[in-house]
């Protein structure tokens, strides 16, 4: 069975997550990608690096599958060339940087129309392409800190960020929701367009609820580290063996939860009888949940809320994530091999499962592992391959 976009041709000049997540998620679907990079390798190969023999990273190795690899200096005269070649051939491509940067290698929308009418640009930068920060760069922890998670995450006067890059792969889901978007548009009228995303609106997208909540009512929320505010009880609790996250939202698992750790009482007490209320008291139901979760085992706790039928998880290591009995018998981690690794690459599947549609699942790319293939298509004989690569270009 042919997979939803077989057919359609991606350039991948994104780098790091946003750019690069996009076109894996494609290429899941049956897209062909083609990852382009600069001679040697890009930038973002060795972020988490996995030993000496291996040309990539941590970083790469989770967000570049189902690519081809290509090596090319788009800024010289025949690379240039070689890039005008392949946007003919191409339907969409990908590109995180800013838009001045994009209009000097010739990447911007005009520039592409001009090569491929039909083409489809989707276009990804730090602060988007209107305001006074248009030009200025950015990673995923600037998003976080501006879009009111990191001072909200933390304790009154210490602002915290999270480990985990959400602000990136959020933005590579809405690139690859306006990708398929575009590919239906263009399916029905013939017209491609450009797709612009940003690394700051993905963010606010997240926090907008509190912000809504704080132009409405100027409540100016202060930060209360893991306890939350707008129901509870909610929080992390240490257990004997480690520590837990309880999380009770609505009426009847706060009555559950009551039962539970042994405050009938509270059930009918003013102080808890909504969610709001109950957030405004978290202090009190958060240090009952901690004594009753400190008496017993990680796995105890568990169990005892999971029969209660209350939200709960237990607080993981990565070594304990891959450990973990649950994660382990969904099969959510996929082994995949690359030349170099001392073992399997445990890379997580999609987080859609689909009982028809029918996936694509191949390793990342070498540095240029594909660079010969796909330039012999565009119709480079093996000479004026030998040239491209003894001038550098690729």
């Not at 290429?27 to 988490?48: F, H, K």
């Not at 922890?141 to 009154?156: K, R």
């Not at 009482?265 to 004594?291: C, M, V, Y």
């Not at 018998?329 to 091999?337: E, I, M, N, S, V």
Request: aromatic share 6%; net charge negative.
């Amino acid at each position: 069975m042919a997979g939803v976009l077989d057919g359609v041709r991606v350039l991948d000049l994104g780098r790091y997550i946003a750019g690069p997540m996009c076109s894996s998620l494609l290429g899941d679907l049956g897209a062909e990608v083609i990852r382009i990079e600069r001679v040697g390798g890009g930038e973002d190969r060795l972020t988490a690096p996995l030993g000496e023999d291996c040309d990539s990273g941590a970083g790469y190795q989770a967000f570049n599958r189902n690519k081809k690899g290509l090596t090319l200096d788009p800024g010289s005269p025949k690379g240039r060339e070689v890039m005008k070649r392949l946007i003919a051939t191409a339907n969409i491509v990908v590109v995180n940087m800013p838009l001045p940067a994009i209009r000097k290698i010739g990447l911007d929308y005009d520039s592409l129309v001009a090569i491929k009418p039909d083409i489809i640009l989707v276009h990804t930068s730090a602060f988007g392409v209107d305001g006074p920060y248009a030009e200025r760069v950015g990673f995923d922890g600037v998003g976080q800190a501006m879009n009111g998670a990191v001072y909200m995450s933390g304790d009154p006067g210490a602002p915290r960020r999270t480990s985990a890059p959400y602000v990136d792969v959020t933005t590579a889901m809405f690139n690859a929701y306006g990708a398929l978007a575009a590919v239906m548009h263009k399916r029905a009228t013939g017209q491609g367009q450009k797709v612009e995303t940003n690394l700051l609106r993905s963010a606010l997208n997240l926090t907008n609820g509190g912000v809504i909540e704080q132009a409405l009512t100027q409540i100016n929320r202060v930060p209360t580290g893991n306890r939350a505010q707008g129901a509870g009880p909610g929080d992390i609790h240490r257990t004997k063996d480690g520590s837990i996250l309880i999380q009770v939202v609505s009426d009847a698992l706060f009555r559950r939860w009551a039962k539970l750790v042994g405050a009938e009482d509270w059930i009918d007490d003013p102080r808890f009888a909504t969610d709001e209320l109950r957030g405004q008291s978290n202090h009190l139901l958060s240090a009952k949940s901690a004594l009753w979760a400190a008496n017993l085992t990680t796995t105890e706790a568990l169990d005892a809320l999971g029969a209660a039928m209350i939200p709960a998880g237990p607080v993981l290591t990565p070594q304990q994530v891959l450990e973990d009995p649950h994660i382990i018998a969904a099969g959510y981690y996929q082994p995949r091999d690359y030349p170099g690794l001392p073992g399997p690459a445990p890379v997580i599947e999609p987080g859609a499962r689909f009982s028809t549609i029918r996936l694509s699942r191949t390793r990342p790319p070498t540095i240029g592992e594909h660079t010969d293939e796909i330039l012999g298509d565009l119709g480079y004989t093996g000479d004026e391959i030998d040239g491209l690569r003894a001038d550098g270009v690729i």
